[in-house]
T-cell receptor, first 113, second 115 residues
């Protein structure tokens, strides 16, 4: 069965620090990978996605993620975070055979002004 | 215009009661989902419907029964509520499902508290 692991449950950073949130999935076949974000009091929204092609994916608000197939990883990065990036971040995977998008447990990111 | 709307946003009820949460999407999508987010923020898929047909039915107690009267609506009815049902329930929709676009559009969630 597919599963997604996010290793960091709670991350606290100062503004302008660099960010990397880890995500690993368990599925040996072709996968589609996503990062979703949930800002305080708002609904989840898609940050970026990987289906195929360039393993380095650019998303909204300066975020990017790199798919490393050999490591089953899809880590999210941002070179310089802002206070407004405070949110919950969810990594998700779809195995491509069905409509199931499986979410990780989320990482709560807190940016100090 | 809210793309995916859920009602009610908050629901407080006693154990043993029956309650429903409604979801409507105006995006013209053909696939709708229910997810449950527990107190630890873990998002777990419950059901998925495509054009009113049940596609995904995860290991969910029989007390949970989804109903899709048309492809724009997916309601969730819960019988004999238990304490463990307390959670935030998210409705979502997509066009073609995860295997096609992968982008889910979520509602704002319905926070259910069972006392």
């Amino acid at each position: 069965a597919q599963s997604v692991s996010q290793h960091n449950h709670h991350v606290i950073l100062s503004e302008a620090a660099s960010l990397e949130l880890g995500c690993n999935y368990s599925y040996g076949g072709t996968v589609n990978l996503f990062w979703y974000v949930q800002y305080p009091g708002q609904h989840l929204q898609l940050l970026l996605k990987y289906f195929s092609g360039d393993p380095l994916v650019k998303g909204i608000k300066g975020f990017e993620a790199e798919f490393i197939k050999s490591k089953f990883s899809f880590n999210l990065r941002k070179p310089s975070v802002q206070w407004s990036d405070t949110a919950e971040y969810f990594c998700a995977v779809n195995a491509g055979r069905d409509d199931k998008i499986i979410f990780g447990k989320g990482t709560r990111l807190h940016i100090l002004p | 215009d809210t793309a995916v709307s859920q009602t009610p946003k908050y629901l407080v009820t006693q154990m043993g009661n029956d309650k429903s949460i409604k979801c409507e999407q105006n995006l013209g999508h053909d696939t709708m989902y229910w997810y449950k987010q527990d107190s630890k923020k873990f998002l777990k898929i419950m059901f998925s419907y495509n054009n009113k047909e049940l596609i995904i039915n995860e290991t969910v107690p029989n007390r949970f029964s989804p109903k899709s009267p048309d492809k724009a609506h997916l309601n969730l009815h819960i019988n004999s509520l238990e304490l463990g049902d307390s959670a935030v329930y998210f409705c979502a929709s997509s066009q073609g499902g995860g295997a096609v676009t992968g982008e889910l559009f979520f509602g704002e969630g319905s926070r259910l508290t069972v006392l």
